[in-house]
């Protein structure tokens, strides 16, 4: 079976687990998906057990380490800026952006530097922090209509990014800022329900 | 019981397998007649219990039985490892099968089939 498409798969499959497992299990695993595939067991069942048992070998050793403190950090961030966490649900309007996403309703210009730097206080990233002191400065009102502020690791395995869209153009009331996370799930900030002076007034770089 | 494996003195509590899941009840199941390697393995379980586990399964089962003192790997034979069930392992396993009988005797009882 050398050098088929099946054996491939399974290759791939097994080079998605630690190289520590594959060092004690690797040949052996090798030769039972052969022995199994022979027997008539389909190629796509031994594939997809050694993808679930590779992903789970790395969620025992690693997450456990990193993923959970990156989500209680956006727990804690969604707590901090005021926001329910009923509304943290699937009401994201359809024509928001695809992927999964924080949207986040700047109610007024007044308060917009206090709810954007609420939601960007939960990067960490530099570019972030930057296009904060941007709209700081007064600058906000020269963004694109829909402007990438930022690209966070706020932890090894989960990368935040920031976007800004100003609508309309020229002010910043109904503007929407959204969080993107690849691979979380679809959900919605509306700052415009939660008074802006509840909201946190830490100042990015602080 | 919870399956938090050795005690402080150094023994098991009842049931450690109770939340281990059914991979490793089979897998400590066909082992108790002696021990074998992991395709034995799966070949014994799909005789004795009709269920094919998956290799990605067999192997977590495996890993995590071994770090329980359940079962000890032997010298490699050629590219496959053979497993042994302990006797820490072995004990478990009565425990397990006395809670499953108990739990089995209530249930026909229920039913009213009969007690066992």
């Given at each position: 079976?050398?050098?088929?498409?099946?054996?491939?798969?399974?290759?791939?499959?097994?080079?998605?687990?630690p190289?520590?497992?594959?060092?004690?299990?690797?040949?052996?695993?090798?030769?039972i998906?052969?022995?199994?595939?022979?027997?008539?067991?389909?190629?796509?069942?031994?594939?997809?057990?050694?993808?679930?048992?590779?992903?789970?070998?790395?969620?025992?050793?690693?997450?456990s380490?990193?993923?959970?403190?990156?989500?209680?950090?956006?727990?804690?961030g969604?707590s901090?800026?005021?926001?329910?966490l009923?509304l943290?649900?699937?009401?994201?309007?359809?024509?928001?952006?695809?992927?999964?996403?924080?949207?986040a309703?700047?109610?007024?210009?007044q308060?917009?530097?206090?709810?954007?730097?609420?939601?960007l206080?939960?990067t960490?990233?530099?570019?972030?922090?930057?296009?904060?002191?941007?709209?700081?400065?007064?600058?906000?009102?020269s963004?694109?209509?829909?402007?990438?502020?930022?690209?966070?690791?706020?932890?090894?395995?989960?990368?935040?990014?920031?976007?800004?869209?100003?609508?309309?153009?020229?002010?910043?009331?109904?503007?929407?800022?959204?969080?993107?996370?690849?691979?979380?799930?679809?959900?919605s900030?509306?700052?415009a329900?939660?008074?802006?002076?509840q909201?946190?007034?830490?100042?990015m770089?602080? | 019981?919870?399956?938090?494996g050795?005690?402080?003195?150094?023994?098991?509590?009842?049931?450690?397998?109770?939340?281990?899941?059914?991979?490793?009840?089979l897998?400590?199941?066909?082992?108790?007649?002696?021990?074998?390697h992991?395709?034995?393995?799966?070949?014994?379980?799909?005789?004795?219990?009709?269920?094919?586990?998956?290799?990605?399964?067999?192997?977590?089962?495996?890993?995590?039985?071994?770090?329980?003192?359940?079962?000890?790997?032997?010298?490699?034979?050629?590219?496959?490892?053979?497993?042994?069930?302990?006797?820490?392992?072995?004990?478990?396993?009565?425990?397990?099968?006395?809670?499953?009988?108990?739990?089995s005797?209530v249930?026909?009882?229920r039913?009213?089939?009969?007690?066992?």
């Open positions: 079976m050398p050098g088929t498409p099946r054996t491939r798969m399974i290759e791939v499959a097994l080079r998605c687990y190289r520590r497992w594959r060092d004690h299990h690797g040949d052996e695993a090798i030769e998906a052969q022995l199994l595939v022979s027997d008539g067991v389909p190629a796509l069942f031994v594939v997809g057990s050694y993808l679930k048992g590779a992903a789970r070998e790395r969620l025992i050793t690693r997450p380490r990193r993923l959970l403190p990156a989500v209680g950090a956006l727990l804690v969604a901090l800026i005021g926001v329910p009923v943290l649900d699937s009401s994201t309007p359809a024509s928001a952006a695809s992927g999964n996403e924080v949207v309703m700047i109610s007024s210009h308060h917009a530097v206090e709810q954007l730097e609420s939601v206080s939960c960490t990233s530099k570019s972030a922090s930057w296009g904060y002191r941007h709209l700081q400065a007064g600058m906000a009102r963004w694109p209509s829909t402007s990438r502020c930022g690209m966070a690791r706020l932890a090894p395995y989960v990368r935040y990014q920031v976007h800004v869209s100003l609508e309309p153009r020229d002010a910043l009331t109904g503007s929407l800022c959204r969080c993107t996370t690849p691979g979380g799930r679809r959900s900030l509306d700052l329900r939660s008074p802006a002076r909201l946190p007034s830490r100042r770089g602080d | 019981m919870a399956a938090t050795r005690e402080p003195h150094g023994g098991y509590e009842q049931d450690v397998l109770r939340r281990a899941g059914d991979a490793s009840v897998i400590l199941t066909s082992l108790a007649d002696g021990p074998k992991g395709y034995a393995l799966l070949l014994d379980i799909k005789e004795f219990a009709g269920l094919r586990l998956g290799p990605g399964t067999l192997y977590g089962a495996l890993d995590r039985l071994e770090g329980l003192g359940l079962i000890e790997s032997l010298p490699a034979e050629d590219r496959r490892h053979p497993y042994r069930i302990t006797s820490a392992g072995a004990i478990a396993l009565r425990h397990h099968l006395d809670s499953l009988e108990r739990v005797a249930g026909r009882l039913l009213g089939l009969g007690g066992v």
